[in-house]
C-alpha cells in the first residue's frame, strides 16, 4: 500500500491546516529573513524589507490567483464560488511575480531607492522561496509531469515518500515539481556564491540573473508537465513567458553592460 502523504497537516479548530500553506509561509519567512541580512550590506535597511513585504505579500498573492483564475477561466466562469479557494492550491507563481514586481517599482520610487538595487537584494530570496514553495505543489499533487514507472523514479535514488507521492491519478508521474525545486536552489547557490566575486555584477545584474536562470529552467520544465496553463490553442502560457523573459532580460543585459553602464558592486557590499 502506498503510503501517500495527507495534504491536510493538522487541523485547529476544525479547520484543515494545509501542508502547502505552511511550506510557502515558511519559505516567504526564510526569504524575508535572508534579504533582510543583505540589505544592510547595500546601503539599506531591514525595515525597507520587512515594510515592502507588507505590501507586496498579500498583493503578490493576488496577483498569483489572479492569473491562475484568467488563464482557467473556462472553469472559474462556471463556478464563480471557487475563485477565492485557495487553501488546495492555484496560485500562478508568475502572477506573484508580476504583482510583486509592481509593488517593489511603486515602493521604490516612493521611498527614493534604487529599484535594481532593491530587486538586486530579494531576487536571491526569492528564487530560494520558490525552490521551497514548490513542494507545497507536491503535497498538493501539482506541477506534476506526463507517465512514468516505479522503476524510473527509483533509478533517480529518491525517498519512498516522494515516489509514493507521485502517484497520481492512476499512475507514477514526473516529478517536475522536484526538477524545479533542485533547478532553483541551485541558482540560488549559483548566484549567492557570484555575488561574492568583486567586481563582476554590476547593479540590477543579480536581478537579470536570476530572470535568465529561472525562466531558463522554467521553459523546459514546463514541457514536461501535464497541468500547465493553456491559452490561445495549445500554447503553454508559462513557457511562452518564459522565453519573453529570457530574451527581454538578456537583451537588458547587454544593454546596460554597453550603454547604462551602473555602478559595480563591491567585495563589501556583497
Known amino acids: 500500500m502506498l503510503a501517500q502523504i495527507n495534504s491536510t497537516a493538522f487541523q485547529i479548530f476544525g479547520i484543515g491546516i494545509q501542508w502547502y500553506a505552511i511550506i510557502i509561509v515558511s519559505g516567504i519567512i526564510i526569504a524575508g529573513w535572508l534579504a533582510s541580512k543583505e540589505a544592510v550590506k547595500v546601503g539599506l535597511t531591514s525595515d525597507d524589507i520587512v ?53 517593489v517599482y511603486f515602493f521604490t520610487r516612493h521611498r527614493f531607492i534604487s529599484t535594481w538595487k532593491f530587486l538586486d537584494v530579494a531576487t536571491p530570496s526569492v528564487i530560494l522561496a520558490q525552490a521551497i514553495g514548490r513542494w507545497g505543489n507536491f503535497m498538493n499533487h501539482e506541477a506534476f509531469g506526463g507517465v512514468t514507472t516505479e522503476a524510473f523514479l527509483q533509478k533517480l535514488h529518491l525517498p519512498r515518500f516522494i515516489i509514493d507521492n507521485m502517484y497520481i491519478d492512476g499512475a507514477y508521474r514526473q516529478p517536475t515539481f522536484l526538477y524545479e525545486s533542485t533547478w532553483n536552489l541551485l541558482g540560488f547557490i549559483v548566484i549567492i556564491l557570484l555575488r561574492r566575486k568583486k567586481g563582476l555584477f554590476r547593479e540590477g545584474e543579480i536581478t537579470l540573473t536570476y530572470v535568465l536562470w ?57
Open 214 to 270: 529561472y525562466s531558463f529552467g522554467r521553459f523546459f520544465i514546463e514541457q514536461m508537465r501535464t497541468d500547465s496553463l493553456i491559452a490561445f490553442g495549445n500554447f503553454r502560457v508559462s513557457a511562452v513567458l518564459s522565453a519573453i523573459l529570457f530574451i527581454v532580460a538578456l537583451v537588458l543585459l547587454i544593454y546596460r553592460r554597453l550603454k547604462v553602464k551602473p555602478p559595480y558592486y563591491t567585495r563589501e557590499q556583497a
Open 51 to 103: 515594510d515592502l513585504m507588507l505590501w507586496a505579500l498579500p498583493i503578490s498573492i493576488i496577483g498569483a490567483r489572479a492569473y491562475y483564475v484568467i488563464f482557467e477561466w473556462d472553469y472559474y466562469s462556471q463556478n464563480p464560488g471557487q475563485i477565492l479557494a485557495t487553501r488546495s492550491g492555484g496560485l500562478a507563481i508568475y502572477g506573484g511575480l508580476i504583482a510583486g514586481g509592481l509593488v
